[in-house]
């Protein structure tokens, strides 16, 4: 699930995934393969990806990784 939030001149695209144990670093690895950034890139403000991955079994954030375009 992909969300978007726009706020003080930054744009932060969120994604959330459901892992087994262990994170995966596929989150962010979507938001980057899928291009998300793309349509908010005309607006000339830094763009941050966000990936967030839980843990089916503990039901808790495992895995949280960011990464910021200029």
């Not at 962010?28 to 403000?45: F, I, N, S, V």
């Not at 991955?53 to 375009?69: N, P």
């Amino acid at each position: 699930m992909i969300e978007s939030v726009t706020f003080n001149g930054h744009v932060y695209l969120f994604e959330f995934k459901v892992v087994e144990l262990l994170p995966e670093g596929k989150a962010l690895q979507q938001l980057k393969d899928r291009r998300y950034a793309d349509k908010y890139r005309a607006r000339g403000e830094p763009i941050h990806l966000i990936g967030v991955e839980f843990s089916k079994e503990q039901r808790t954030v495992v895995g949280f990784d960011v990464e910021t375009l200029g």
